[in-house]
T-cell receptor, first 117, second 117 residues
Framework: GAVVSQHPSRVICKSGTSVKIECRSL??????MFWYRQFPKQSLMLMAT?????????EQGVEKDKFLINHASLTLSTLTVTSAHPEDSSFYIC?????????????FGSGTRLTVV | AQSVTQLDSQVPVFEEAPVELRCNYS??????LFWYVQYPNQGLQLLLK??????LVKGINGFEAEFNKSQTSFHLRKPSVHISDTAEYFC???????????????FGKGTLLTVNP
């Protein structure tokens, strides 16, 4: 089945620095990937839709200059948290849909726990 | 916009007991419905989905769900739970008319299922 790899699984960074999170589709090509943010004991909130070769579409209230998304190839999307602050600490998850297996639904990465100190 | 309500934030049960996790969604002409499971510090794993056809859907790990259009519900059930079923469960809905094959998912707030010995 479709596999999505997310890296790193856990990162601790200092306030003011930037952090890059990678999301890869391992055995399929994904023209679209989604980035979610999850606060403790809460649901997933869609942050943005990452489109290969074009600009990402951000949900209302998400700062595009804060959360930079680059979808440079059909198998890789990256989320960069710029000038991170403690309030950016959260669990970030990506997902993608294998166009050849639409009936199987979205595949999610294993998530990245970001802690800003 | 679609919305999903998971009526119970926490459901404690004893091992080998039956369980039902409730999910209601806002009405639409047609919807795709999903149940995902999340173990601590991990991504989401698809349990089952309803796209069309039979209203009783069987998934992995012995779970099943029934789509009820008149009640706009998609409750998840398992006749006998194991301790290993302890996890967070998310119901999600999508409007297949939005975004073509790259439909957005809207998640409920999740239900923490705790199976006690």
């Amino acid at each position: 089945g479709a596999v999505v790899s997310q890296h790193p699984s856990r990162v601790i960074c200092k306030s003011g620095t930037s952090v890059k999170i990678e999301c890869r589709s391992l055995d399929f090509q994904a023209t679209t990937m989604f980035w979610y943010r999850q606060f403790p004991k809460q649901s997933l909130m869609l942050m943005a839709t990452s489109n290969e070769g074009s600009k990402a579409t951000y949900e209302q209230g998400v700062e595009k200059d804060k959360f930079l998304i680059n979808h440079a190839s059909l198998t890789l999307s990256t989320l960069t948290v710029t000038s991170a602050h403690p309030e950016d600490s959260s669990f970030y998850i990506c997902s993608a849909l294998d166009p050849g297996q639409i009936l199987y639904g979205y595949t999610f990465g294993s998530g990245t726990r970001l802690t800003v100190v | 916009a679609q919305s999903v309500t998971q009526l119970d934030s926490q459901v404690p049960v004893f091992e080998e007991a039956p369980v039902e996790l409730r999910c209601n969604y806002s009405s639409s002409v047609s919807v795709y419905l999903f149940w995902y499971v999340q173990y601590p510090n991990q991504g989401l794993q698809l349990l089952l989905k309803y796209l069309s056809g039979s209203t009783l859907v069987k998934g992995i790990n012995g779970f099943e769900a029934e789509f009820n259009k008149s009640q706009t519900s998609f409750h998840l059930r398992k006749p006998s739970v194991h301790i290993s079923d302890t996890a967070e469960y998310f119901c999600a809905v999508s409007d297949p008319s939005s975004g073509g094959s790259n439909y957005k998912l809207t998640f409920g707030k999740g239900t923490l299922l705790t199976v006690n010995p």
